[in-house]
């Protein structure tokens, strides 16, 4: 006769509550690194003008903005 092992009643890995807030998550995060690819980009054009500073620079505060609002959907998937 085999023995029936229980597993455990919860998931290894929290689950978002929404497929939604999962995908605005991910879509989030992808813009985020996008904005920063973009920016590192500039910043390595073998003449780095003032003009590729400026646009490196903008596209790295979008990142930053990408990644506050990453943030806030994270900790609003947690709870």
Request: hydrophobic fraction near 45%; glycine fraction near 2%.
């Amino acid at each position: 006769m085999t023995k029936v092992i229980p597993l455990a009643g919860h998931r290894a890995a929290p689950s978002a509550s929404s497929p939604t807030e999962s995908l605005e998550l991910i879509q989030l995060h992808a813009q985020a690194h996008n904005a920063l690819s973009t920016a590192l980009h500039c910043l390595q054009q073998p003449n780095c003008s003032p003009h590729h500073i400026q646009t490196a620079t903008a596209r790295a505060m979008r990142a930053a903005t990408l990644l506050k609002r990453a943030s806030a959907a994270a900790n609003q998937v947690e709870v």
